[in-house]
């Protein structure tokens, strides 16, 4: 099992850029598999970004591509997504997102496919 606790949200202005981290607490972080996903007001949860467990593996969603990267580090336990170029429409609560993978090096992009859960870290994004 694993807990995640995101961190590094705030205000920022168009433009600008953000760094989110999500620490992992379990000794065996490097097989999960890490997503990024957010869930603005009066929409769905979205998917952002994921990353295999080596981290030889990243996906994205269109929408963020070329702005946003998603990275880890398996001895820090941690995963960050490095958010540039930031714009209004990116405003949300940003969660990340675990999923045990122990024989496959592959990312998910699905909400269904993770099994554990972050708190959540709120990204404004003012115009």
């Known amino acids: 099992q694993v807990q995640l606790v995101e961190s590094g949200g705030g205000l920022v202005q168009a433009g600008g850029s953000l760094r989110l981290s999500c620490a992992a607490s379990g000794r065996t972080f490097s097989y999960y598999a890490m997503g990024w996903f957010r869930q603005a007001p009066g929409k769905e949860r979205e998917f952002v970004a994921a990353?295999?467990?080596?981290?030889?593996?990243?996906y994205y969603a269109d929408s963020v591509k070329g702005r946003f990267t998603i990275s880890r580090d398996n001895a820090k336990n941690a995963v960050y997504l490095q958010m540039n170029s930031l714009k209004p429409e990116d405003t949300a609560v940003y969660y990340c997102a675990a999923v045990p993978t122990y024989y496959s090096d592959s990312y998910y992009y699905r909400i269904r496919e993770y099994d554990y859960w972050g708190q959540g870290t709120q990204v404004t994004v003012s115009s």
């Open positions: 990353i295999s467990w080596s981290g030889g593996s990243t």
